[in-house]
């Protein structure tokens, strides 16, 4: 098992740059691929982009592609999504997520959830 903890959220004017931070703990953080979702008011929780668990493959929603980044560091037990280019429509709660077999799209793949980060972006 994991624990996930988000951090990094806040308001940020359209066109600036966060980065969002997840701090895992419990089992090696290396076990698992992981996963950025977010959902906005009213809306489903959509994927926004996953890493492998080596860090050597991601895959992007097209609204993350060319604006967001995501990495990890093993050794810091954490993994991070950057953010740039914001626009209004980038305001949700962003959520981590772990999973030990998949790191695609699919939200159900993933077991371990954070308590999410309010990002939120004024015009």
């Known amino acids: 098992q994991v624990q996930l903890v988000e951090s990094g959220g806040g308001l940020v004017q359209a066109g600036g740059s966060v980065r969002l931070s997840c701090a895992a703990s419990?089992?090696?953080?290396?076990?698992?691929?992981m996963a950025w979702f977010r959902q906005a008011p009213g809306k489903e929780r959509e994927f926004v982009g996953s890493?492998?668990?080596?860090?050597?493959?991601?895959e992007y929603a097209d609204c993350a592609k060319g604006r967001f980044t995501i990495s990890r560091d093993n050794a810091k037990n954490t993994v991070y999504l950057q953010m740039s280019s914001l626009k209004p429509d980038d305001t949700a709660v962003y959520y981590c997520?772990?999973?030990?077999?998949?790191?695609?799209?699919?939200?159900?793949?993933?077991?371990?959830w954070g308590q999410g980060t309010q990002v939120t972006v004024s015009s």
């Open positions: 997520a772990a999973s030990p077999r998949a790191w695609g799209r699919d939200r159900y793949d993933y077991d371990y």
């Open positions: 419990g089992r090696p953080f290396r076990s698992y691929h």
């Open positions: 890493i492998i668990w080596s860090g050597g493959s991601t």
